[in-house]
């Protein structure tokens, strides 16, 4: 539910998605998981959400650190996207702390990629030894979290972490499921209401 006393406190948000790629039913598969991928975001519209994902629509590869939006690229090529999206308070110095790493890998996004190699281990729910430059989008978004001292305790192993464990993360409150392409629409309905003083609870449509 969203509380009328505090629509100024600060969020991070967590999205959790399913696109129809062949590269996320395989995970699907592999994982039995109904989300296959995560990115972050820290305003309420998700208009500076990041991940690491493919550089293209067209194919999986390259892959690395992007800026996602939810009606271009891979997300703009589907007719739905199946998501959750989850909100953690958080404190000046943690926002802070979070645009400052923000702002590290938009500038060297060159000296990252994805980490194709952990996708093995992670199927078989092996730990491996991750590497500072290359990164699967959940682990890097639990990277971030930890990181910004958002999250301190995950756990599970940083390396094996996967979206939906994102959901029991200490403090994240579902503040709505369903298709992302709504999102926004669904916000803007809220800030209306919250305007006349009414406070509607979270959408839950089954994408």
Known sequence: MFGAGIMNRQYIYLVLTRTG????????????????????????????MYSFCRDHKERPLPANFNHEDIFTEVFGACKTIPSEVYRIP??????????????????????????????????????????????????????????????????????????????????AELIYKGDLKLYRDYIKNIKAKREDGKVPAIHTETA
């Not at 281990?121 to 990277?143: D, E, Q, T």
């Open 90 to 171: 958080v404190n000046d110095d943690q926002i802070e702390r979070y645009h400052t790493l923000i702002r590290h890998f938009v500038l060297n996004r060159e000296k990252y990629s994805y980490d194709l190699g952990a996708l093995l281990p992670m199927a078989l729910h092996i730990p491996y030894k991750m590497r500072n430059n290359k990164f699967v989008c959940s682990v890097w978004v639990g990277f971030m979290l930890g990181k910004t001292g958002i999250v301190n305790d995950m756990k599970k192993h940083p390396s094996l972490i996967e979206p939906e464990d994102f959901r029991s993360v200490k403090g």
């Open 21 to 48: 790629t062949i590269f996320s039913k395989v995970i699907g598969v592999a994982t039995g998981k109904q989300y296959t991928h995560a990115s972050i975001a820290s305003n309420e519209m998700l208009t500076d």
